[in-house]
């Protein structure tokens, strides 16, 4: 059983940036690959970035490539997601989640999920 908490999302002017992190309980962590997803209001919620269990490989959506990081500190049980040259599009709510099989982009593939952190870019 995997416990996530999203923080760092927030209101910023487009072309800034933020950091979102994913802090997951259980000492079991570093076994599962994980993904941000977000959800924009009245849209699917969609397939972000993902990073395998140790850090190695990661994916990306088309539309955050070069401008999102994703990485991970296994020791603090915890996933990054560094948001660059932010864009009125890019405001939604983001989620992680976590999975025990791979960094994928599909969304039904992931087991556990956080609550949530809203993030807003004003033009």
């Known amino acids: 059983q995997v416990q996530l908490v999203e923080s760092g999302g927030g209101l910023v002017q487009a072309g800034g940036s933020l950091s979102l992190s994913c802090a997951a309980s259980?000492?079991?962590?570093?076994?599962?690959?994980v993904g941000w997803f977000r959800q924009a209001p009245g849209k699917e919620r969609d397939f972000v970035a993902a990073?395998?269990?140790?850090?190695?490989?990661?994916t990306y959506a088309d539309s955050v490539k070069a401008r999102f990081t994703i990485s991970r500190d296994n020791a603090k049980n915890t996933v990054y997601l560094q948001l660059n040259s932010l864009k009125p599009e890019d405001t939604a709510v983001y989620y992680c989640?976590?999975?025990?099989?791979?960094?994928?982009?599909?969304?039904?593939?992931?087991?556990?999920w956080g609550q949530g952190t809203q993030v807003t870019v004003s033009s």
């Open positions: 990073i395998s269990w140790s850090g190695g490989s990661t």
């Open positions: 259980g000492r079991t962590f570093s076994s599962y690959a």
């Open positions: 989640a976590a999975n025990r099989y791979s960094w994928s982009t599909r969304i039904d593939v992931y087991d556990y």
